[in-house]
């Protein structure tokens, strides 16, 4: 097959086809890692130089943050929430406190502005540099800004039960916002949406399955009818167990479901079986264990694995489960793209 | 004649002002903090741990009956502190430096709390030294270590380490757990149990104690 573009191999893979050989990414690159693969290069720079398939673009790394206390490395979001850096990233802020802690709050509540000059920046330069190459991916979080900036994730799921009026102005809240923010995305030329909401743990959903159909879904639902309005894919991301609400999160109409975790026992194969002709797949390379602390070969020997349980056919996207965070080793992820590119050329030569 | 089985439920479902409610009248019938905990509460708890071990509640039922188990806690904590051997026995628990997720250790701690320990909750991105520090401070019989992101398990070695170096490891033992935590790195590093989850947290707790 003639070699396609990275954007075109990403573009084939997510509508379920066989591109020439299987596409790669990651939905979070750590600098330390990038750092110790090739020194000095930017973002951008370092996903030329790894030829990666598509460039991310996550929204809490995009933000702008007011600076609350610059000695303890606190900061406000645009929701109101106080942030705080700390070691876990160097450049995701984690919660401190939240912006709701009342119903009262709630009344007084001023939405953030979605239409914010310069808020598209970084994926107006994106577009500059790679539109038509590579896949420029810009994600949304409307359930994670509820329990991350909104709310809290306790008084949220605790909401669901004691106050759902509560949760369903939250959701309206973002619903309103993310919809602006997703038509803004597109507009800019972000080529995929990717929902990033974490929805499950290791043991399965957050929440019941009736409680993610009522509140949950219906935000992702909302932006992925939207994206396809414009022609736009619409991925899912979320962490853990999902087989119990796998159907739920298909019927929304997203176009791919990553990471298929297999820390939470998320086997690729079966989801392959169960999913592979409405969805495509994405990830499952282990960056828990085995990408910190496996050796390069079991690193190939995983990827050859997910290669034949999910690449056959197309619908499949190799990268690792959850993202290349800080204590990957370097080699091992160095390994893991080189594999994919080994083993993942169409016709697959695996059994 | 006190109804258990109503207190028992009112927990399961979360029912906090009724569970309150219960716990007051059962004391005001001079019924023991300790008899309420082991007729009440470990039961709701037993049963609000399989339920959720087996799928058929989620987080927020698991936080509803939380907040219900906390205030009959709170109504028996003055008795149970004047009768300190009524409590299972004393856990510090709290998720290791670098690492802020706290959903499996609060359940753990519930789960505790349910099954009669003193639980001291010690928060998240807590160091080796401060583990250290209140190991040093106060009596434990359990230190429960919690991890969720690979690159924070070596700080559960460190804390190890650090209460070895203060001559402190055999004043305590060391339970460790989260996603990416494995048996084999309980071993590794010495850690005296692995807990799989909340359930498995408590039942390794109560045979750690016995040993």
């Given amino acids: 097959m003639q070699s396609l573009t990275n954007l075109e191999r990403m573009m084939k893979a997510i509508s379920r086809q066989e591109p020439d050989t299987i596409p790669t990414f990651e939905i979070d690159i750590d600098e330390r890692i990038m750092e110790a693969i090739k020194p000095g290069l930017s973002y951008e720079d370092f996903c030329e130089y790894m030829d990666l398939d598509a460039v991310c673009y996550h929204e809490t790394r995009t933000d702008q943050y007011e600076v609350v206390d610059e000695a303890k490395k606190l900061v406000r979001d645009q929701w109101g929430a106080i942030k705080q850096y700390t070691g876990v990233s160097l450049s995701i802020p984690v919660t401190r406190e939240v912006a709701i802690k009342s119903k009262k709050d709630l009344d007084t509540y001023t939405i953030p502005d979605p239409d914010r000059p310069g808020r598209f920046k970084r994926q107006e330069e994106a577009v500059k540099r790679f539109k038509g190459k590579k896949a420029i991916i810009a994600t949304v979080r409307p359930f994670a800004t509820i329990k991350d900036s909104l709310r809290g994730q306790d008084d949220l799921f605790k909401d669901m039960i004691r106050d759902p009026d509560m949760v369903d102005r939250l959701s309206q809240i973002v619903s309103d916002y993310y919809l602006r923010y997703t038509k803004n995305l597109i507009d800019v030329g972000v080529d995929i949406v990717m929902e990033t909401a974490d929805w499950a743990f290791t043991h399965g959903p957050m929440v019941a399955p009736k409680h993610t159909a009522r509140f949950i879904i219906p935000g992702l639902k909302e932006i992925a009818q939207y994206c396809h309005s414009r022609g736009i894919p619409c991925l899912k991301h979320t962490d853990g167990n999902l087989w119990a609400i796998f159907d739920l999160i298909v019927e929304t109409g997203v176009d791919g479901v990553h990471p298929i975790d297999p820390l939470a026992g998320m086997d690729l194969g079966e989801a392959k079986a169960k999913y592979g002709d409405k969805v495509c797949l994405m990830g499952n390379v282990d960056c828990g264990n085995l990408l910190s602390w496996g050796s390069k070969e079991e690193v190939r020997e995983a990827v050859k694995d997910c290669i034949r349980k999910a690449g056959k056919g197309g619908g499949y996207i190799c990268m690792s489960s959850n993202s290349i965070h800080g204590a990957v080793n370097p080699e091992n992820y160095v390994e893991m793209v080189r594999a994919i590119r080994e083993y993942g050329k169409y016709p697959l030569s695996l059994s | ?211």
């Fill in chain 2, 1 to 211: 004649m006190f109804d258990f089985a109503e207190l028992v439920n009112s927990v399961v479902e979360g029912d906090v002002s009724r569970a309150a409610e219960l716990t007051r009248k059962a004391l005001d019938t001079q019924i023991s903090a300790k008899e309420i905990l082991d007729n009440g509460l470990l039961p709701a708890m037993d049963r609000i741990g399989n339920s959720f071990e087996g799928g058929e509640i989620f987080l927020p039922e698991l936080l509803m009956a939380g907040d219900a188990m906390k205030a009959s806690i709170e109504l028996l904590r003055p008795e149970l502190a004047k009768k300190g051997a009524s409590y299972a026995g004393r856990y510090a628990i709290g998720t290791v430096q670098g690492d802020l997720h706290d959903i499996g250790k609060n359940i753990v701690i519930l789960m505790l709390e349910g099954n009669g320990w003193d639980v001291v909750d010690l928060g998240t991105d807590v160091s080796p030294e401060q583990f250290c520090d209140v190991i040093k401070k106060s009596d434990f019989d359990i230190l429960g270590l919690s991890a969720l992101l690979t690159f924070t398990m070596p700080m559960m070695a460190e804390t190890i380490n650090n209460l070895k170096e203060a001559g402190l490891r055999n004043k305590v033992k060391v339970m460790i757990g989260g996603a990416p935590v494995t048996p084999s790195f309980a071993d590794q590093i010495g850690a005296d149990a692995y807990a799989r989850d909340a359930v498995e947290a408590v039942a390794l707790a109560k045979s750690l104690l016995n040993k």
